[in-house]
């Protein structure tokens, strides 16, 4: 059964970092893409950054220089950096995970297949 957890959320201050993990567990990742998604209250879940299993990735307009993904394919983790934090990026984070063959990086969630139960980060003004 194939499982992912996240880790690292929490309450931090506009301007602050924090970085969110993902673990995946249960089968073989290689060729699966990995991607972190949001959702804030009463909004619907959208796209943050995703990376294919050959590296390439991509990001959500607005946290393009502020967020970095990255991957280490020997743990089955993924891993997002969030830097210079907004009050907007207040959401519960999701990790997903999907299977392209290695180099396409999906950005809808409709694309992926397995998903984490989501970590709470909340930034205060």
């Known amino acids: 059964q194939v499982r992912l957890v996240e880790s690292g959320g929490g309450v931090v201050q506009a301007g602050d970092s924090l970085r969110l993990s993902c673990v995946a567990s249960?089968?073989?990742?290689?060729?699966?893409?990995l991607g972190w998604f949001r959702q804030a209250p009463g909004r619907e879940r959208e796209f943050v950054a995703a990376i294919a299993w050959s590296g390439h990735n991509s990001y959500k307009e607005s946290v393009k220089g502020r967020f970095s993904i990255s991957r280490d394919n020997a743990k089955n983790t993924v891993i997002l950096h969030m830097n210079s934090l907004k009050p907007e990026d207040t959401a519960v984070y999701y990790c997903?995970?999907?299977?392209?063959?290695?180099?396409?990086?999906?950005?809808?969630?409709?694309?992926?297949?397995?998903w984490g139960q989501g970590t709470q980060l909340t930034v205060s003004s």
């Open positions: 997903a995970a999907g299977w392209y063959g290695g180099i396409m990086v999906p950005t809808t969630s409709a694309q992926y297949e397995h």
């Open positions: 249960g089968r073989t990742f290689t060729g699966y893409a």
